[in-house]
């Protein structure tokens, strides 16, 4: 089974409102990463954060870290239809040979 | 800059047709990494180089998977014969490696559909 699983796993918004998804996992992490994958785009890295960090902030986005519950939460305010795609958390983890396992990623809609 | 370059974008073959998937990674960047993204799935990694050394292939199908970074600058993924479970998109990056973390450039990736 995937070392980390995203919650929802489809999310429809408006334009201008925010937008919450999940992650959770399984081990240990040296760092937990999300990505963003536009329709027949490849991935883009959107923001890193380390396991002795609590919170991250990039432009619009808000990553969180829960380490003692083993999850991750990545916040988009005043989301814009740009902001569709899919978004994807993956871990670093020794016990995945510190390479990068990705969840299933949550599937972001918003209507404009 | 370029970016990490894949080609092709789409390939479609019958099964048990060999096929290849050749990657440019990003000028400098020591290490290559090939995933595979099947539908409504995050990507796997498939195997890592450093340089020219396949340093991660453990989750590489050896029996008909194969991949080669000559000169540890491009490189290729081949898979013969193709089986129908093999259709998804596989995906190339790139990270300059050194000491610390240093983020993953992802390719536009191919999209094999195998009939």
């Known amino acids: 089974s995937q070392q980390g699983e995203e919650d929802p796993q489809a999310l429809s918004i408006q334009e201008g409102e925010n937008a919450t998804m999940n992650c959770s996992y399984k081990?240990?992490?040296?760092?937990l990463q999300w990505y963003r994958q536009n329709s027949g785009r490849g991935l883009v890295h959107l923001i890193l954060i380390r396991s002795n960090e609590r919170e991250k902030h990039s432009g619009r986005l808000r990553v969180t870290l829960d380490t003692s519950k083993k999850s991750s939460s990545l916040l988009i305010t005043a989301s814009r239809a740009a902001d569709t795609a899919s978004y994807f958390c993956?871990?670093?983890?020794?016990?995945?040979?510190?390479?990068?396992?990705f969840g299933a990623g949550t599937i972001l809609r918003v209507k404009s | 800059e370029a970016g990490v370059v894949q080609s092709p974008r789409y390939k479609i073959i019958e099964k048990k047709q060999p096929v290849a998937f050749w990657c440019n990674p990003i000028?400098?960047?020591?290490?290559l990494y090939w995933y595979r993204q099947n539908l409504g799935q995050g990507p796997e990694l498939l195997i890592r180089?450093?340089?020219?050394?396949?340093?991660?292939d453990s989750q590489l199908p050896k029996d008909r998977f194969s991949a080669e970074r000559l000169k540890g600058v491009d490189s290729t993924l081949k898979i013969q014969p193709a089986e129908l479970g093999d259709s998804a998109v596989y995906l190339c990056a790139s990270r300059s490696g050194g000491l610390g973390y240093n983020e993953q450039f992802f390719g536009p990736g191919t999209r094999l559909t195998v009939l």
């Open positions: 993956a871990t670093d983890a020794e016990e995945y040979g510190n390479k990068l396992v």
């Open positions: 000028s400098g960047h020591n290490t």
């Open positions: 081990t240990s992490i040296n760092n």
């Open positions: 180089y450093e340089n020219e050394e396949a340093v991660d």
